[in-house]
């Protein structure tokens, strides 16, 4: 085999997720790289606040300044109309309800800059285990009481419950 196979077989036995995207290109792959990396970050941001990692204020600072200057209109721009013939799994109401998307990448932007500006705060609060079970709504308030609502672990709710909720009007089960 030339060792380009074997790089290219390597990855895709480590990479399960990447298969999917063997064949997307162009602003689709773009997006789904940029969304995976959304995923790392608020992994690790979940697991520092869980004590699975230990907490760094300055990587969670980081990864906030991240989330934020990839979200609000950068990412809207990565949705060009009609971009999602196979394999992307974004719906057509995209298009159809612009202003509901752009409210998500934006409620994402703000919330991903309070993070980074909340990072230093005092760690109150819980959070689902998973950063995919984080929804809108009344368990979000209990992710610290009052006490809570300034520090990062309120922030880092907001942040997956605005990824979440995208997903559940934007992106097709799969
Ligand atoms: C404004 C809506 C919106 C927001 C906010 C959003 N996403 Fe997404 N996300 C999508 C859409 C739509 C897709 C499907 C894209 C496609 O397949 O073309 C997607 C796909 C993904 C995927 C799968 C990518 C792949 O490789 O197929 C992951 C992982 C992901 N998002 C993580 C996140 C995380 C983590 C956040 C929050 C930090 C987030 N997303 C915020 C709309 C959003």
Redesign the pocket.
């Known amino acids: 085999m030339k060792p380009w196979v074997h790089v290219a077989l390597f990855a895709a036995l480590t990479a399960p ?2 298969i ?2 063997e064949s ?1 290109t162009g602003v ?1 792959k773009d ?3 940029q ?2 990396r ?2 790392e ?3 690790r941001v979940f697991a520092m606040i869980h004590g699975e990692l230990t907490y760094d204020a300055a990587a969670v600072r980081r990864a906030g300044e991240e ?1 934020r200057a990839g ?1 609000g209109r950068h ?2 721009a990565l ?1 060009p109309e009609g ?2 013939a196979p ?5 057509d109401t ?1 298009w159809q309800e612009p202003a509901s ?5 934006d ?2 932007e703000q919330w ?1 800059g309070e993070l980074a500006a909340r990072a230093d705060g005092r760690l109150r609060g819980t959070l689902p285990q998973k ?1 995919e079970d984080a929804e809108m709504g009344p368990a979000m308030m209990q992710g610290g009481g009052m006490m809570g609502r300034s520090g990062p672990v309120f922030a880092a709710w907001h ?2 419950a ?6 559940a ?4 089960e799969e």
């Open positions: 997720l990447a999917a995207h997307a689709v997006r789904m790289e969304m995976e959304f995923e970050l608020i992994e989330i979200s990412m809207t949705f971009s999602n394999p992307s799994e974004a719906t995209i998307f752009q409210h998500y990448a409620m994402l991903s950063w942040v997956a605005a990824c979440n909720a995208c997903h009007e934007f992106r097709k």
